[in-house]
């Protein structure tokens, strides 16, 4: 499957933004689906993931309550809406897509990624 992220962008601490990620190209609801994100310097790391059927999300702590994962399979589409921005979640953020299983966290569980898109909060 491929995939294309988008919605990133500037925004202040406190602020919202959604992130979307096109998929194309396999039965998109045969995918779990997640976001990762990478600061400069540091490691790629998992932000939220959600099932196949949209119906289990799940997060990293440094985002629960804040962040929101869902997907539209009739749309090919996933999305992480992001509330509270903090400046800490300034990185690029890149959906990811695995054959896996649901509560998969880790970069190697996914074997699609989409471009990456750069979100900056500032303080």
């Known amino acids: 499957v491929q995939l294309q992220a988008s919605g990133g962008g500037l925004v202040q601490a406190g602020g919202s933004l959604r992130l979307s990620c096109a998929a194309s190209?396999?039965?998109?609801?045969?995918?779990?689906m997640a976001w990762f994100r990478q600061a400069p310097g540091k490691e790629r790391d998992f932000v939220a993931g959600?099932?196949?059927?949209?119906?289990?999300?799940y997060y990293a702590d440094s985002v629960k309550g804040r962040f929101t994962i869902s997907r539209d399979n009739a749309k090919n589409t996933e999305y992480l809406q992001m509330n509270s921005l903090k400046p800490e979640d300034t990185a690029v953020y890149y959906c990811?897509?695995?054959?896996?299983?649901?509560?998969?966290?880790?970069?190697?569980?996914?074997?699609?990624w989409g471009q990456g898109t750069q979100v900056t909060v500032s303080s």
């Open positions: 990811a897509a695995s054959r896996g299983f649901v509560g998969a966290r880790e970069s190697a569980d996914f074997r699609s």
């Open positions: 190209g396999r039965t998109f609801s045969g995918y779990v």
């Open positions: 959600i099932s196949w059927s949209g119906g289990t999300p």
